[in-house]
């Protein structure tokens, strides 16, 4: 099956700061959506985007599909973005939602 | 708010109980999904119902078993459970499996302790 691979797995910022996760997976794809996982556990759906760029406030998210990675911008980080971002991603012809491990991003004041 | 509830949000349990899980999708989705999170592991897909019919069992033991009465509404029933069954359990909604239908919103979770 897919393999969904996520890096860093952790990352430490101050207020303010930028970042970029990176999702790499290794099959052609046609669902990939990024999450945020807050501290009670919620998924909440940031990006689906198995191809293209989209934007939502701070947050962008570009995906590659021919180079087989997405990436997740954070622009000025603030303190309620810390949690776990998670990437997961299905082939085609397949219903089974693949997710990778997680970054997990704690954002100090 | 993502028009998936689940209920109960925790549950403590000993081995030899029976619990079962609900969830309820607000969406008009016609697909559910049962998910398993363990620390330190990635999610674990469970089951996949279709219009109320199962289409995925993804080598589940079988002291879970799902029931899907209507697209609305998806339960988890839990008997006989373990220790390591101790985990969060996540339910899931899409329009349906296919390509960009495939969009899934999931519940707040129900945070299960096996004793």
């Known amino acids: 099956g897919i393999q969904v691979e996520q890096s860093p797995p952790d990352l430490i910022l101050q207020e303010g700061a930028n970042s970029t996760l990176r999702c790499n997976f290794s099959d052609s794809v046609n669902n990939l959506q990024w999450f945020h996982q807050n501290p009670w556990g919620q998924l909440i759906n940031l990006f689906y985007i198995p191809s293209g760029t989209k934007q939502n406030g701070r947050l962008s998210a570009t995906t590659v599909a021919t180079e087989r990675y997405s990436l997740l911008y954070i622009s000025s980080s603030q303190t309620t973005d810390s949690g776990v971002y998670f990437c997961a991603a299905s082939r085609y012809n397949t219903d089974k939602l693949i997710f990778g491990t997680g970054t997990r991003l704690q954002v100090f004041p | 708010e993502t028009g998936v509830t689940q209920t109960p949000r925790h549950l403590v349990m000993g081995m030899t109980n029976k619990k079962s899980l609900k969830c309820e999708q607000h969406l008009g989705h016609n697909a559910m999904y049962w998910y398993k999170q363990s620390a330190k592991k990635p999610l674990e897909l469970m089951f996949v119902?279709?219009?109320?019919?199962?289409?995925e069992n993804n080598s589940v033991p079988s002291r879970f078993s799902p029931e899907c009465p209507n697209s609305s509404h998806l339960f988890l029933h839990l008997h006989t459970l373990q220790p390591e069954d101790s985990a969060l359990y996540l339910c899931?909604?899409?329009?349906?499996?296919?390509?960009?239908?495939?969009?899934?919103?999931f519940g707040p979770g129900t945070r299960l302790t096996v004793l």
């Open positions: 899931a909604s899409s329009q349906d499996t296919q390509g960009w239908r495939n969009e899934q919103f």
């Open positions: 119902y279709s219009l109320e019919e199962r289409v």
